[in-house]
């Protein structure tokens, strides 16, 4: 099972996506209608999807899986009766599987059968070139932050990493977390992380966005659970964003962190303790953007 992309819903899709490739550092996929598509460096042919709406919203967060992982998935999410609908991917990398309603309304898609392509090469630290690599995790902001790990684990057989103060971390992999939900008293979304090749490549992406006028929200940094470094902004179309890099690999039987697991100083918001963060500003950035389902469950066929 593999984190893979985005698909938000926006007015002008065209200028989040110009800006996405001038600053943010990805690269142009395809354009397909009024949906714009992007890339990193990596193999993922696409990254973040953004169709033309008047309103705000997110059509789906895409993992990829085998076969057997999305039998397992449509068995158990027809069990516990979610709501879900078949889905043949129109996206670039194309793919079959399902569409799921977790409880509080975040939509996940799961995608069998997708392709991926040769990777761009080239954008290493020589080239100077920002250049995130793929998505490595997309946080989700939840009333009941507890139900919706265990939901995750009983359902969709991710597992629970760790548990902090503010956050249920998920894996889906090795990776440490390819997803999260915070306890945020709502539900949506709360930033999507790129992947940057190393500290020196998210240090870069600081220095490029410092050069285009923009500060970060929150970081640089080095969370605890996952271990990542971290910097966020407040993308000007809205959604908050994060380069991050080296989130933890953990082993199957990893110990469930809990809260007490992961403390700080007074006044300490990471591991190296130089992390500012505009609490305000990323509140109002993690409340624009919501799930939204707009098609109709239907009986699994299993
Ligand atoms: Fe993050």
């Not at 593999?2 to 110009?18: C, H, M, Q, V």
């Not at 895409?62 to 068995?75: G, S, V, Y």
């Not at 992390?275 to 919501?290: I, M, P, Q, T, W």
Request: glycine residues 8%; contains cysteine; aromatic residues 10%.
């Amino acid at each position: 099972m593999k984190l893979r992309s985005i698909e938000l819903a926006l007015p002008d899709p065209a200028g989040a996506a110009a800006w996405m490739v001038d600053v943010w550092g990805l690269f142009p996929a395809e354009v397909r209608g009024s949906t714009h598509y992007l890339r990193g460096t990596g193999t993922i042919p696409y990254l973040v999807a953004f169709e033309q709406s008047d309103e705000e919203f997110v059509r789906s967060t895409t993992f990829t899986c085998t076969d057997a992982e999305l039998a397992a998935i449509r068995r158990k999410v027809a069990a516990h009766g979610w709501p879900a609908c078949a889905v043949t991917s129109d996206d670039p990398g194309d793919g079959a599987g399902l569409l799921v309603e977790l409880p509080e309304g975040t939509i996940l898609r799961f995608l069998a059968g997708a392709s991926e392509m040769a990777p761009r090469e080239g954008f290493t630290k020589a080239s100077k070139r920002v250049a995130p690599v793929k998505l490595t995790h997309v946080v989700f902001n939840s009333a009941d932050a507890e139900l919706l790990g265990h939901a995750v684990e009983d359902v969709l057989d991710f597992r629970v990493s760790d548990r902090t103060k503010g956050m249920v971390f998920v894996r889906c992999n090795e990776s440490h977390h390819s997803t999260a939900f915070a306890r945020a008293g709502f539900a949506s979304l709360n930033h999507v992380a790129f992947e940057m090749d190393d500290l020196d490549a998210v240090m870069r992406g600081i220095g490029w966005m410092r050069d285009n006028g923009f500060a970060p929200a929150w970081g640089p940094g080095r969370h605890g659970p996952g271990d990542n470094v971290y910097a966020y902004y407040i993308a000007p179309f809205g959604p908050v964003i994060e380069y991050s890099t080296a989130v933890e690999k953990v082993p199957a039987d990893y110990r469930t962190g809990v809260p007490e697991d992961w403390t700080w100083p007074e006044q300490r918001i990471d591991q190296w303790g130089v992390s500012d963060k505009d609490f305000a500003g990323l509140r109002v950035a993690e409340e624009r953007f919501r799930c939204r389902r707009d098609w109709q469950p239907q009986e699994l066929a299993l």
